[in-house]
Nanobody, 124 residues
Framework: QVQLVESGGGLVQAGGSLRLSCAASGRTFSNNAMGWFRQAPGKERDIVAAINWNGGGKYSADSVKGRFTISRDNAKNTVYLQMNSLKPEDTAVYYC?????????????????WGQGTQVTVSS
């Protein structure tokens, strides 16, 4: 089992920045690929970014490319999502997820463990 706890969400003006953190506990974190997903009201949960077990491979959705950066610190069992140049359309609940495999996947069904989510609200 892997337990995930997100933090760092909040209210920010358009153009601002936030850094989300996801602290993991339980089985060995460094063996897990990690992902950040988001879900806006009335919409599906979509992938935002993902990272391989060692940080050597990353994925970012087109909608956030150049603005959001995913990273991880295996010594701290933590994965981060740095969000810059935020837009109102980035408003959503952001979820951290871990999968039992070392390589990233894009589908939410490929992830085995989920955090409780953190709200990000971007005002115009």
């Amino acid at each position: 089992q892997v337990q995930l706890v997100e933090s760092g969400g909040g209210l920010v003006q358009a153009g601002g920045s936030l850094r989300l953190s996801c602290a993991a506990s339980g089985r060995t974190f460094s063996n897990n690929a990690m992902g950040w997903f988001r879900q806006a009201p009335g919409k599906e949960r979509d992938i935002v970014a993902a990272i391989n077990w060692n940080g050597g491979g990353k994925y970012s959705a087109d909608s956030v490319k150049g603005r959001f950066t995913i990273s991880r610190d295996n010594a701290k069992n933590t994965v981060y999502l740095q969000m810059n140049s935020l837009k109102p359309e980035d408003t959503a609940v952001y979820y951290c997820a871990a999968r039992k495999y070392t390589i990233v996947a894009l589908a939410s069904e490929a992830y085995d463990y989920w955090g409780q989510g953190t709200q990000v609200t971007v005002s115009s």
